[in-house]
């Protein structure tokens, strides 16, 4: 961040620095047209404000941020009724923001939450080479938590999701049930969450002495369930055709079962199918469909413990909170798995 002060605002404003201070702390004793003229002069100088002392000095909104990818991906969804739910009764108000993966908007997005004066802000998914001097550039100013799968991020307060641990988990369970031709399918490429993935299932396939075929590896559209849809038609159009699919979220694996079961391939036989996530809505779907569970509670527990943490204790060193992933079984790769379940959200 630069290091524009009050008096700079000011004078781009042509009012007194008084004036910005009272536009900051006391709004509603200004007058529209002053109003108009320092937020105007804020966004031309880019300034923005301490909140970490301003919070010292006990101005508070009680009110936080949520930066999210998207919520095309329900996981999203799930993850921010639980944090909504876990920080409401510790006397705050979350407001949603997501990307749609544009790293330009992540600025927009960080920007206004420091001018609107929020409390803090969590992060989810959206820390990589592209955005984290984005990231420790806001958190100068505003206390900040990251949900991530980057195993080398200790630039802020975390928890951590341990992604290759899952897809390495998911993959070595389908290759065990005898399948031998696995295939990828994920959405974007570029964000650290789709990388571990992808080095999970690598990993795990050279572990088991099995061939990596580039020609097996999907990645697709925002919309997961569209992505898995158009990744198993390109499965099945190839002459090397695979027998399984790890899918890097439920929701392109729902879409992957919605192209076989259209066309009454047989699911696990033909073809079997994993997700990752353990979204509330695969326990309603039919056949059940494997899926590496997050613990959803858990991790949104400590996301707002940790941030609240931080609002209160700006200087204490950074932490990182780890929570590994769980295996559950569905008639997608297994046939005497159960057919309905609940999902690990603890």
């Known amino acids: 961040m630069s290091h524009i002060k009050i008096n700079d605002v000011a004078k781009a404003a042509g009012v007194s620095p008084a004036s910005v201070s009272r536009y900051f702390n006391s709004p509603e004793l200004l007058r529209e047209v002053t109003r108009r003229k320092i937020e105007e002069a804020i966004n031309e100088v880019d300034y923005r404000p301490n909140m970490l002392a301003s919070n010292l000095r006990g101005h508070k909104t009680n009110t936080i941020g949520l930066i999210m990818p998207s919520l095309m991906n329900l996981y999203y969804i799930d993850l921010y009724s639980t944090i909504r739910n876990a920080i409401l009764p510790k006397g705050y108000m979350v407001n949603l923001y997501t990307t749609e993966f544009d790293p330009n908007m992540l600025k927009e997005h960080l920007r206004h939450v420091s001018q609107c004066r929020y409390d803090g802000v969590i992060v989810c998914f959206l820390d990589g080479p592209d955005t984290n ?189 780890v929570y590994k992933v769980t295996l559950v079984k569905g008639k997608s790769t297994t046939p005497d798995a159960p057919e309905g379940y609940m999902t690990v959200i603890v």
């Not at 469909?289 to 413990?305: L, P």
């Open 133 to 321: 001097e984005v990231l420790a550039d806001a958190q100068k100013i505003l206390p900040m938590v990251l949900i991530t799968s980057d195993p080398e991020n200790n630039r802020f307060d975390n928890v951590y999701v341990d992604a290759f641990d899952g897809i390495f988990q998911v993959t070595t369970h389908i290759i065990e049930t005898g399948k031998k031709k696995l295939a990828f399918a994920s959405g974007a490429m570029n964000s650290v969450f789709t990388k571990e993935k992808f080095n999970a299932y690598r990993t795990a396939l050279e572990k088991a002495g099995l061939d990596f075929n580039p020609d097996h590896v999907f990645y697709g559209e925002h919309n997961h369930h569209y992505t898995g849809y158009m990744a198993m038609r390109k499965f099945l159009s190839i002459a090397d055709t695979p027998d399984a699919v790890v899918c890097a979220t439920d929701d392109i694996a729902i879409g992957c079962m919605k192209f076989l079961l259209e066309r009454g391939i047989k699911i696990p036989d033909d073809m079997a199918v994993s997700g990752f996530n353990g979204i509330s809505m695969l326990s309603t779907y039919s056949p059940s469909i494997t899926t590496v569970a997050q613990a959803i509670q858990a991790e949104a527990d400590s996301a707002v413990s940790m941030l609240l943490d931080r609002i209160a204790h700006p200087g204490h060193r950074k932490r990182r909170v």
